[in-house]
């Protein structure tokens, strides 16, 4: 490609030069603080009058950064790719004038897996890289260079390598990154409002735990749950993917949203919405996803308890997106019934596959009245019955099990075909970690008594965040 020539001018954004530039300058028009350092931006690529101030919310945060390039990740709009559409060489045009293709970096990139195919043709209509543009050439006028990236596969471990090789071609280099990418689309505004913003707490999370996987489960679970009205969670989602994979290889580990709107509050008509939102990725020190409040916890215990009731009263259980995004997201869940202070079912997974609310309506329900270990719950039961709810951290494997931390981890032991789990509350029945350990294989995995012990044998550890309806 030599130049490629402005697609949507006179549509998305002003062709008028002396206007564009205005109204970039206007939208830029705040200064931001902050001191963390800045990898990256996330902004929405609509029409200017629809999302140009949630797009400026997050460039405006550029001025007076050091960099020389910038690789724009979109999403790809106009055909179908197997891995991500580079620009090799040539320039980009603008009513601004002409940004030239970073032929270095691209190059690089094309050498570094086949991942990466020189696709001109992919980027020749395809707006969401080129409304983008104007916002760099005012803040930066002609002194730095693009490596144009279009994306659209589900495959997350293409899009997660990609993300890895842009970071790891930019590391020395006074670069950024650039994510291109509209919410859902088409829902009415509050569903739209719901799942948007459920979608990047999902994201934050996925960035803080460097797991992609979460965000990717996340958008999965959103589309199952209210893709009756919407076409799609992210219209961008691979390339919020790759994007957010190569900050995490540069170094960031957080995501900070700035703004999030929607085009009803601009047009008024709210049965049918996009979703925009602005935000940086930015090295923040943070830790994992941030714990449930009181109140959440509070709440998920009723829903456990009304569960249990509706099972026992033959209702079925709400399918909608909840109110509190919190509960929304991806989570692994146990759920413990005691009776008069004895157990009385405990049913739960190792691994998110469902929203934190429904995880918990689930596993009340299949603890009061599926465990094997106990006859179903009479209804005479339930007031004598308490609830506790045991929210898991993701598992990490370690590598001996010294690396276990008594009354912190719960502890998942797995060879083969045999596995089983304690949770952290089990450790008070045990005086030693070797007592636990033997305990946890023998009785829960039905292995031999000192499997932990043998390399043979895999032991992850995880933490828990617990709460139960008071006495």
Known sequence: ?????????????????????????????????????????????????????????????????????????????????KGAALVADGSFETPLGRVGVDAETASALLKASKIFENLPRAHEDEHAIEVELPFLQVLKGDAFKIVPVAVNTPDLKILTEAGRLIGAALKGKKALVCVS?????????????????????????????GEMAHFDLAARLLLAKAGAYMDTPACGQAAMTVGAAACLELGADDFKLLEYTHSGR????????????????????????AALSEDLKVELLKYARTSIEN???????????????????????FVTLTEDGRLRGCIGT?????????????????????????????????????????????????????????????VYVQRGRSSGTYLPQVWEHFRTKEEFLTSLCLEKAGLEAGAWKEKSTALFVYTVDSFKEKQ
């Open 1 to 81: 490609m030599d130049i490629r020539k402005p697609a949507v001018a006179g549509k998305f954004y002003d062709s008028d030069p002396v206007k564009l530039e205005k109204a970039v300058n206007y939208y830029l028009k705040t200064v931001p603080g902050g001191k963390e350092k800045i990898y990256g931006v996330l902004v929405p690529h609509a029409g200017y009058a629809f999302s140009g101030s949630t797009a400026a919310a997050a460039f405006s945060y550029l001025k007076g950064l050091d960099y020389n390039t910038v690789v724009v990740i979109s999403t790809g709009h106009t055909m179908r790719l």
């Open 181 to 209: 990418s509209d919410l859902s689309h088409y829902p009415p505004a509050s569903i739209a409002e719901k799942s948007d913003r459920s979608l990047l707490l999902a994201f934050k999370t996925a960035v803080n735990t």
């Open 266 to 289: 601009v047009s008024g008509d709210l049965s049918g919405v996009v979703g925009y939102a602005g935000g940086l990725f930015v090295k923040s020190g943070s830790q994992g996803g």
């Open 311 to 333: 099972h026992l009263k033959n209702k079925k259980p709400e399918s909608s997106l909840n109110g509190y995004i919190e509960l929304n997201q991806p989570a692994a869940v």
């Open 350 to 410: 190792m691994e998110a596959g469902s929203m934190l609310a429904d995880a918990v309506t689930q596993f009340a329900v299949s603890s009061a009245f599926g465990d094997p270990r106990f006859n179903p719950l009479a209804p005479e039961e339930l007031p004598r019955i308490k609830i506790e709810i045991s929210v898991l951290s993701p598992l990490r494997k370690v590598e001996c099990y010294k690396d276990i931390v008594e009354k912190k981890h719960g």
